[in-house]
Protein backbone atom coordinates (compact mmCIF):
# COMPACT_ATOMS: atom_id res chain seq x y z
CA UNK A 1 0.00 0.00 0.00
CA UNK A 2 2.80 2.45 0.91
CA UNK A 3 3.77 1.50 -2.60
CA UNK A 4 1.10 2.28 -4.27
CA UNK A 5 0.75 5.86 -2.01
CA UNK A 6 4.05 6.49 -3.46
CA UNK A 7 3.55 5.96 -7.10
CA UNK A 8 -0.10 7.85 -6.31
CA UNK A 9 2.14 11.02 -5.02
CA UNK A 10 5.04 10.47 -8.28
CA UNK A 11 1.75 10.42 -10.81
CA UNK A 12 -0.38 13.11 -9.23
CA UNK A 13 1.73 15.25 -7.48
CA UNK A 14 -0.42 14.91 -4.62
CA UNK A 15 -1.59 12.32 -2.04
CA UNK A 16 -4.54 10.30 -2.36
CA UNK A 17 -7.34 11.03 -0.16
CA UNK A 18 -9.72 7.83 -0.79
CA UNK A 19 -9.06 4.22 -1.41
CA UNK A 20 -12.10 1.29 -2.75
CA UNK A 21 -11.62 -1.93 -3.91
CA UNK A 22 -13.76 -4.08 -6.22
CA UNK A 23 -13.29 -8.13 -6.44
CA UNK A 24 -13.01 -10.72 -9.21
CA UNK A 25 -15.68 -13.25 -9.74
CA UNK A 26 -16.49 -16.66 -10.76
CA UNK A 27 -19.33 -18.19 -12.41
CA UNK A 28 -20.73 -21.65 -10.67
CA UNK A 29 -22.62 -22.63 -13.14
CA UNK A 30 -25.40 -21.46 -15.69
CA UNK A 31 -22.57 -20.28 -18.25
CA UNK A 32 -23.65 -18.55 -22.15
CA UNK A 33 -26.93 -17.95 -20.78
CA UNK A 34 -27.08 -14.40 -19.37
CA UNK A 35 -27.43 -13.49 -22.40
CA UNK A 36 -30.33 -15.85 -23.41
CA UNK A 37 -32.17 -14.76 -20.31
CA UNK A 38 -31.18 -18.11 -18.19
CA UNK A 39 -30.15 -18.61 -14.59
CA UNK A 40 -27.03 -18.17 -13.54
CA UNK A 41 -25.37 -18.97 -10.37
CA UNK A 42 -22.05 -16.56 -9.84
CA UNK A 43 -20.11 -15.41 -6.98
CA UNK A 44 -17.59 -12.64 -6.08
CA UNK A 45 -14.15 -13.99 -4.75
CA UNK A 46 -11.32 -12.67 -3.05
CA UNK A 47 -8.94 -11.07 -5.93
CA UNK A 48 -9.47 -7.17 -6.21
CA UNK A 49 -8.60 -4.50 -8.04
CA UNK A 50 -7.40 -1.15 -5.15
CA UNK A 51 -8.17 2.15 -6.19
CA UNK A 52 -6.72 5.30 -5.31
CA UNK A 53 -8.31 8.39 -5.53
CA UNK A 54 -7.86 12.22 -5.06
CA UNK A 55 -10.42 14.98 -6.21
CA UNK A 56 -8.95 17.42 -8.69
CA UNK A 57 -10.29 21.34 -9.26
CA UNK A 58 -10.07 21.42 -13.11
CA UNK A 59 -12.27 19.04 -15.03
CA UNK A 60 -10.07 16.63 -15.85
CA UNK A 61 -10.46 12.50 -15.98
CA UNK A 62 -7.04 11.00 -15.12
CA UNK A 63 -6.39 6.89 -15.19
CA UNK A 64 -3.22 5.39 -14.25
CA UNK A 65 -2.60 1.53 -13.51
CA UNK A 66 0.48 0.20 -12.04
CA UNK A 67 0.48 -2.92 -14.77
CA UNK A 68 0.84 0.53 -17.28
CA UNK A 69 3.26 3.24 -18.12
CA UNK A 70 1.38 5.69 -19.39
CA UNK A 71 -1.60 8.41 -17.40
CA UNK A 72 -4.51 8.53 -19.33
CA UNK A 73 -6.07 11.78 -19.29
CA UNK A 74 -9.33 13.37 -20.70
CA UNK A 75 -11.48 16.23 -20.36
CA UNK A 76 -14.91 15.39 -19.06
CA UNK A 77 -16.68 17.55 -21.73
CA UNK A 78 -14.74 14.89 -24.44
CA UNK A 79 -14.70 11.22 -23.24
CA UNK A 80 -16.10 9.73 -26.60
CA UNK A 81 -15.01 6.42 -27.07
CA UNK A 82 -11.56 6.59 -28.56
CA UNK A 83 -9.65 2.68 -29.13
CA UNK A 84 -6.12 4.39 -27.88
CA UNK A 85 -6.95 4.83 -24.50
CA UNK A 86 -7.52 1.13 -24.24
CA UNK A 87 -8.08 -0.27 -20.86
CA UNK A 88 -8.96 3.19 -19.46
CA UNK A 89 -11.98 3.08 -21.95
CA UNK A 90 -14.06 1.40 -19.27
CA UNK A 91 -13.38 4.08 -17.09
CA UNK A 92 -14.17 7.06 -19.21
CA UNK A 93 -16.96 5.22 -20.43
CA UNK A 94 -18.77 5.35 -16.88
CA UNK A 95 -18.57 8.84 -16.61
CA UNK A 96 -19.45 9.60 -20.62
CA UNK A 97 -22.56 7.01 -19.25
CA UNK A 98 -23.29 9.35 -16.67
CA UNK A 99 -23.17 12.58 -18.40
CA UNK A 100 -25.18 11.56 -21.24
CA UNK A 101 -27.78 10.56 -18.45
CA UNK A 102 -27.70 14.08 -17.40
CA UNK A 103 -25.51 13.61 -14.40
CA UNK A 104 -23.56 16.99 -13.64
CA UNK A 105 -19.91 16.39 -13.20
CA UNK A 106 -17.63 19.22 -13.09
CA UNK A 107 -14.44 18.01 -11.72
CA UNK A 108 -12.46 15.18 -12.13
CA UNK A 109 -10.16 12.64 -10.59
CA UNK A 110 -7.06 11.51 -10.31
CA UNK A 111 -7.64 7.28 -10.23
CA UNK A 112 -4.55 5.16 -9.60
CA UNK A 113 -5.41 0.95 -9.57
CA UNK A 114 -3.73 -1.99 -9.21
CA UNK A 115 -5.20 -5.69 -9.72
CA UNK A 116 -4.11 -9.03 -8.83
CA UNK A 117 -7.51 -9.89 -11.06
CA UNK A 118 -5.59 -11.50 -14.02
CA UNK A 119 -6.39 -9.23 -17.22
CA UNK A 120 -8.88 -11.17 -19.92
CA UNK A 121 -9.04 -14.32 -17.88
CA UNK A 122 -12.27 -14.93 -17.06
CA UNK A 123 -12.17 -13.72 -13.63
CA UNK A 124 -13.93 -10.70 -15.27
CA UNK A 125 -11.18 -7.91 -14.30
CA UNK A 126 -13.27 -5.63 -16.68
CA UNK A 127 -16.54 -5.67 -14.53
CA UNK A 128 -14.94 -5.44 -11.45
CA UNK A 129 -13.04 -2.03 -12.85
CA UNK A 130 -16.47 -0.70 -14.30
CA UNK A 131 -18.45 -1.39 -11.14
CA UNK A 132 -15.22 -0.12 -9.22
CA UNK A 133 -15.49 3.32 -11.28
CA UNK A 134 -19.37 3.74 -10.91
CA UNK A 135 -18.97 3.02 -7.20
CA UNK A 136 -16.03 5.62 -6.58
CA UNK A 137 -18.55 8.38 -8.62
CA UNK A 138 -21.02 7.37 -6.89
CA UNK A 139 -19.79 8.00 -3.74
CA UNK A 140 -17.41 11.27 -4.93
CA UNK A 141 -20.10 12.76 -6.48
CA UNK A 142 -22.75 11.41 -4.09
CA UNK A 143 -25.85 10.60 -6.51
CA UNK A 144 -27.00 8.01 -4.25
CA UNK A 145 -27.15 4.84 -6.53
CA UNK A 146 -28.04 1.55 -5.34
CA UNK A 147 -25.30 -1.37 -6.46
CA UNK A 148 -28.02 -2.51 -9.31
CA UNK A 149 -28.49 0.86 -10.80
CA UNK A 150 -24.41 0.63 -11.16
CA UNK A 151 -24.50 -3.39 -12.48
CA UNK A 152 -26.70 -2.10 -15.36
CA UNK A 153 -24.73 0.99 -15.86
CA UNK A 154 -21.79 -0.98 -16.14
CA UNK A 155 -23.12 -3.42 -18.69
CA UNK A 156 -24.40 -0.55 -20.65
CA UNK A 157 -20.91 0.70 -20.64
CA UNK A 158 -19.24 -2.70 -22.03
CA UNK A 159 -22.01 -3.28 -24.64
CA UNK A 160 -22.66 0.46 -26.17
CA UNK A 161 -19.14 2.04 -25.21
CA UNK A 162 -16.77 -1.22 -25.29
CA UNK A 163 -18.77 -3.28 -28.15
CA UNK A 164 -19.11 -6.41 -26.50
CA UNK A 165 -22.51 -7.89 -25.94
CA UNK A 166 -21.44 -9.64 -22.74
CA UNK A 167 -25.02 -10.31 -20.72
CA UNK A 168 -25.48 -8.86 -16.88
CA UNK A 169 -23.94 -11.61 -14.73
CA UNK A 170 -20.29 -10.44 -14.50
CA UNK A 171 -21.22 -6.86 -13.52
CA UNK A 172 -24.18 -7.59 -11.26
CA UNK A 173 -21.84 -11.13 -9.79
CA UNK A 174 -19.55 -8.42 -8.67
CA UNK A 175 -21.98 -5.83 -7.36
CA UNK A 176 -24.33 -7.49 -5.11
CA UNK A 177 -21.97 -10.22 -4.12
CA UNK A 178 -21.95 -11.71 0.04
CA UNK A 179 -19.31 -13.13 2.03
CA UNK A 180 -20.11 -17.25 1.53
CA UNK A 181 -23.13 -16.87 -0.90
CA UNK A 182 -23.86 -17.03 -4.51
CA UNK A 183 -26.36 -15.09 -6.28
CA UNK A 184 -29.06 -17.04 -7.97
CA UNK A 185 -29.85 -14.20 -10.94
CA UNK A 186 -32.49 -14.30 -13.29
CA UNK A 187 -31.01 -12.44 -16.43
CA UNK A 188 -34.29 -12.28 -18.18
CA UNK A 189 -36.03 -9.92 -15.53
CA UNK A 190 -32.58 -9.01 -13.28
CA UNK A 191 -34.02 -10.22 -10.45
CA UNK A 192 -32.20 -12.50 -7.72
CA UNK A 193 -31.86 -14.28 -4.52
CA UNK A 194 -28.42 -15.14 -2.32
CA UNK A 195 -28.12 -18.52 -1.47
CA UNK A 196 -25.62 -20.19 0.64
CA UNK A 197 -22.86 -21.44 -0.39
CA UNK A 198 -22.70 -25.09 1.35
CA UNK A 199 -19.78 -26.56 0.38
CA UNK A 200 -18.58 -28.73 3.65
CA UNK A 201 -14.79 -29.18 3.49
CA UNK A 202 -14.61 -28.63 -0.20
CA UNK A 203 -13.41 -24.91 -1.67
CA UNK A 204 -13.29 -23.32 -5.08
CA UNK A 205 -10.05 -23.09 -6.68
CA UNK A 206 -9.22 -21.44 -9.77
CA UNK A 207 -7.25 -23.06 -12.77
CA UNK A 208 -5.77 -20.04 -14.92
CA UNK A 209 -4.87 -21.44 -17.72
CA UNK A 210 -2.78 -18.82 -18.89
CA UNK A 211 -2.98 -19.27 -22.01
CA UNK A 212 -3.64 -15.79 -23.59
CA UNK A 213 -7.20 -15.48 -25.45
CA UNK A 214 -7.11 -13.05 -28.47
CA UNK A 215 -10.55 -14.26 -29.99
CA UNK A 216 -12.51 -13.81 -27.35
CA UNK A 217 -14.58 -10.73 -28.19
CA UNK A 218 -15.06 -11.93 -31.87
CA UNK A 219 -16.09 -15.35 -30.81
CA UNK A 220 -18.20 -14.63 -27.89
CA UNK A 221 -20.49 -12.07 -30.35
CA UNK A 222 -19.90 -15.16 -32.89
CA UNK A 223 -22.36 -16.90 -30.27
CA UNK A 224 -24.79 -14.75 -29.18
CA UNK A 225 -25.04 -13.95 -32.68
CA UNK A 226 -26.35 -17.58 -33.52
CA UNK A 227 -28.74 -17.69 -30.77
CA UNK A 228 -30.18 -14.43 -31.79
CA UNK A 229 -30.39 -16.07 -34.79
CA UNK A 230 -32.23 -19.60 -33.37
CA UNK A 231 -34.29 -17.17 -31.24
CA UNK A 232 -35.47 -15.85 -34.57
CA UNK A 233 -36.75 -19.09 -36.12
CA UNK A 234 -38.08 -20.58 -32.97
CA UNK A 235 -40.49 -17.70 -32.21
CA UNK A 236 -42.06 -18.26 -35.45
CA UNK A 237 -43.11 -21.93 -34.04
CA UNK A 238 -42.80 -21.03 -30.18
CA UNK A 239 -45.13 -17.18 -29.74
CA UNK A 240 -44.92 -16.71 -26.60
CA UNK A 241 -41.02 -17.43 -25.85
CA UNK A 242 -38.49 -14.27 -25.13
CA UNK A 243 -35.73 -15.77 -24.82
CA UNK A 244 -33.90 -19.24 -25.80
CA UNK A 245 -34.02 -20.26 -21.45
CA UNK A 246 -37.68 -19.96 -21.68
CA UNK A 247 -37.80 -23.14 -23.61
CA UNK A 248 -37.37 -26.71 -22.15
CA UNK A 249 -35.53 -29.92 -22.74
CA UNK A 250 -38.60 -32.12 -23.57
CA UNK A 251 -38.89 -29.69 -26.67
CA UNK A 252 -35.49 -31.06 -27.87
CA UNK A 253 -36.70 -32.82 -30.87
CA UNK A 254 -39.35 -30.44 -31.97
CA UNK A 255 -36.52 -27.46 -31.86
CA UNK A 256 -33.96 -29.92 -33.97
CA UNK A 257 -36.33 -30.53 -36.18
CA UNK A 258 -37.30 -26.75 -36.59
CA UNK A 259 -33.59 -25.40 -36.75
CA UNK A 260 -32.71 -27.73 -39.02
CA UNK A 261 -29.13 -26.81 -38.49
CA UNK A 262 -26.84 -28.96 -36.27
CA UNK A 263 -24.78 -26.00 -35.09
CA UNK A 264 -27.67 -24.05 -34.12
CA UNK A 265 -29.45 -26.65 -32.80
CA UNK A 266 -26.04 -27.82 -30.34
CA UNK A 267 -26.24 -24.46 -29.48
CA UNK A 268 -29.95 -24.34 -28.46
CA UNK A 269 -29.36 -27.98 -26.43
CA UNK A 270 -26.55 -25.91 -23.96
CA UNK A 271 -28.58 -22.94 -23.64
CA UNK A 272 -31.44 -25.43 -22.40
CA UNK A 273 -29.58 -27.88 -20.60
CA UNK A 274 -27.47 -25.47 -18.77
CA UNK A 275 -30.50 -23.56 -17.38
CA UNK A 276 -31.67 -26.47 -16.58
CA UNK A 277 -28.61 -27.20 -14.76
CA UNK A 278 -28.98 -24.55 -12.59
CA UNK A 279 -32.43 -24.78 -10.81
CA UNK A 280 -30.91 -28.22 -9.92
CA UNK A 281 -27.39 -26.82 -8.56
CA UNK A 282 -29.56 -24.55 -6.52
CA UNK A 283 -31.79 -27.67 -5.45
CA UNK A 284 -28.55 -29.56 -5.05
CA UNK A 285 -27.07 -26.40 -2.73
CA UNK A 286 -29.76 -26.26 -0.79
CA UNK A 287 -29.63 -30.26 0.46
CA UNK A 288 -25.97 -30.12 0.61
CA UNK A 289 -25.97 -32.83 -1.77
CA UNK A 290 -22.03 -32.94 -2.99
CA UNK A 291 -21.81 -35.53 -5.07
CA UNK A 292 -25.14 -34.09 -7.07
CA UNK A 293 -23.40 -30.76 -7.25
CA UNK A 294 -19.96 -31.94 -8.63
CA UNK A 295 -21.98 -34.30 -11.16
CA UNK A 296 -23.80 -31.36 -12.87
CA UNK A 297 -20.60 -28.84 -12.75
CA UNK A 298 -19.13 -31.89 -15.04
CA UNK A 299 -21.89 -32.43 -17.15
CA UNK A 300 -21.82 -28.27 -17.75
CA UNK A 301 -18.22 -28.44 -19.14
CA UNK A 302 -19.23 -31.48 -21.67
CA UNK A 303 -22.06 -29.28 -22.53
CA UNK A 304 -20.12 -26.16 -23.09
CA UNK A 305 -16.99 -28.28 -24.71
CA UNK A 306 -19.12 -30.19 -26.81
CA UNK A 307 -22.41 -28.47 -27.90
CA UNK A 308 -21.46 -24.78 -27.02
CA UNK A 309 -17.86 -24.96 -28.27
CA UNK A 310 -15.42 -22.72 -26.29
CA UNK A 311 -13.38 -24.65 -24.25
CA UNK A 312 -10.54 -25.64 -26.58
CA UNK A 313 -7.33 -27.59 -25.75
CA UNK A 314 -6.34 -25.72 -22.78
CA UNK A 315 -9.15 -25.34 -20.49
CA UNK A 316 -9.92 -29.31 -21.81
CA UNK A 317 -6.94 -30.39 -20.71
CA UNK A 318 -6.68 -28.30 -17.50
CA UNK A 319 -10.25 -29.58 -16.50
CA UNK A 320 -8.88 -33.11 -17.55
CA UNK A 321 -5.95 -32.71 -15.03
CA UNK A 322 -7.79 -31.24 -12.27
CA UNK A 323 -10.18 -34.43 -12.52
CA UNK A 324 -7.30 -36.65 -12.20
CA UNK A 325 -5.82 -34.87 -9.43
CA UNK A 326 -8.61 -35.50 -7.57
CA UNK A 327 -10.57 -32.32 -7.63
CA UNK A 328 -14.54 -33.53 -7.17
CA UNK A 329 -15.30 -31.49 -10.26
CA UNK A 330 -14.36 -28.78 -12.55
CA UNK A 331 -15.32 -26.88 -15.09
CA UNK A 332 -14.11 -23.81 -17.76
CA UNK A 333 -16.00 -20.69 -16.22
CA UNK A 334 -16.57 -17.33 -17.81
CA UNK A 335 -16.56 -16.99 -21.67
CA UNK A 336 -14.10 -19.36 -22.39
CA UNK A 337 -11.69 -19.70 -25.03
CA UNK A 338 -9.06 -19.88 -22.75
CA UNK A 339 -9.13 -18.10 -19.43
CA UNK A 340 -9.52 -20.10 -15.98
CA UNK A 341 -11.86 -23.02 -15.11
CA UNK A 342 -12.51 -23.88 -11.29
CA UNK A 343 -11.98 -26.86 -9.51
CA UNK A 344 -13.87 -28.43 -6.29
CA UNK A 345 -10.88 -29.45 -4.15
CA UNK A 346 -11.04 -31.08 -0.10
CA UNK A 347 -9.08 -28.24 0.84
CA UNK A 348 -6.87 -30.28 3.41
CA UNK A 349 -5.70 -31.64 -0.19
CA UNK A 350 -5.17 -28.41 -1.97
CA UNK A 351 -1.35 -28.64 -2.29
CA UNK A 352 -0.88 -32.28 -3.71
CA UNK A 353 -3.99 -31.57 -5.99
CA UNK A 354 -1.84 -28.34 -7.12
CA UNK A 355 1.24 -29.78 -8.09
CA UNK A 356 -0.44 -32.86 -9.94
CA UNK A 357 -2.67 -30.37 -11.67
CA UNK A 358 0.04 -28.14 -12.88
CA UNK A 359 2.35 -31.09 -13.67
CA UNK A 360 -0.41 -32.82 -15.67
CA UNK A 361 -1.27 -29.19 -17.68
CA UNK A 362 2.52 -28.46 -18.19
CA UNK A 363 3.50 -32.12 -19.78
CA UNK A 364 0.67 -31.02 -22.38
CA UNK A 365 1.17 -27.42 -22.92
CA UNK A 366 4.26 -26.21 -22.10
CA UNK A 367 2.50 -23.65 -20.01
CA UNK A 368 2.47 -23.21 -15.97
CA UNK A 369 -0.85 -22.65 -14.84
CA UNK A 370 -1.43 -20.41 -11.75
CA UNK A 371 -3.86 -22.33 -9.04
CA UNK A 372 -5.50 -20.95 -5.69
CA UNK A 373 -8.14 -21.49 -3.42
CA UNK A 374 -10.65 -18.36 -3.07
CA UNK A 375 -13.00 -17.14 -0.93
CA UNK A 376 -16.27 -15.71 -1.57
CA UNK A 377 -16.40 -12.35 -0.51
CA UNK A 378 -18.65 -9.22 -1.00
CA UNK A 379 -18.97 -6.57 -3.43
CA UNK A 380 -17.62 -3.41 -4.07
CA UNK A 381 -16.00 -1.43 -0.89
CA UNK A 382 -14.42 1.83 0.28
CA UNK A 383 -11.90 1.20 2.87
CA UNK A 384 -11.63 3.57 5.43
CA UNK A 385 -8.32 3.89 7.43
C1 LIG B 1 -18.52 -13.34 -20.15
C2 LIG B 1 -19.64 -12.31 -20.24
C3 LIG B 1 -20.86 -12.72 -19.39
C4 LIG B 1 -21.28 -14.16 -19.69
C5 LIG B 1 -20.06 -15.11 -19.67
C6 LIG B 1 -20.41 -16.50 -20.12
O1 LIG B 1 -17.99 -13.38 -18.86
O2 LIG B 1 -19.19 -11.05 -19.81
O3 LIG B 1 -21.91 -11.82 -19.60
O4 LIG B 1 -21.96 -14.24 -20.90
O5 LIG B 1 -19.01 -14.64 -20.48
O6 LIG B 1 -21.31 -17.09 -19.23
Same mark, same amino acid.
Given at each position: ??? %? ?11 ? +? ?21 ? $??? @? ?6 ? @? ?8 ? %????? +? ?9 ? *? ?7 ? &? ?55 ? #?? #? ?17 ? =? ?10 ? !? ?7 ? !? ?57 ? =??? =?? *? ?45 ? %? ?12 ? $? ?23 ? @? ?33 ? &? ?15
Amino acid at each position: MEN %LEKIFEETYNTKP +TLKYISPARINLIGEHIDYNGGM $VLP @AAISRYIT @ALVSKRDDDL %LCFKS +TAFEKVEKRHL *SDLKFNPKY &DWANYGFGIFYMLIKEGYRIEKGLNILITSNIPLGSGLSSSASFLNLIGFIANDVYE #FG #FDMKTIASRSVEVENKYCG =LKCGIMDEAAIA !LGEKDKCLL !LNCDNFTYKLVNLNLGKYKFVVLQTNKPRKLTESKYNERVDECQKSLKLLKEVYKDIHN =LCD =LR *SDKLDEIKEILNDDILFKRVRHCITENERVYAFKDALEKGNITKIAT %LLDLSHKSLKEDYE $VTGLHLDTIVEAAKASKAIASRMTG @AGFGGCAIALVDEDKFDKFKEKTAKLYFEKTNIIP &DIYMVDIVSGPKKIEE
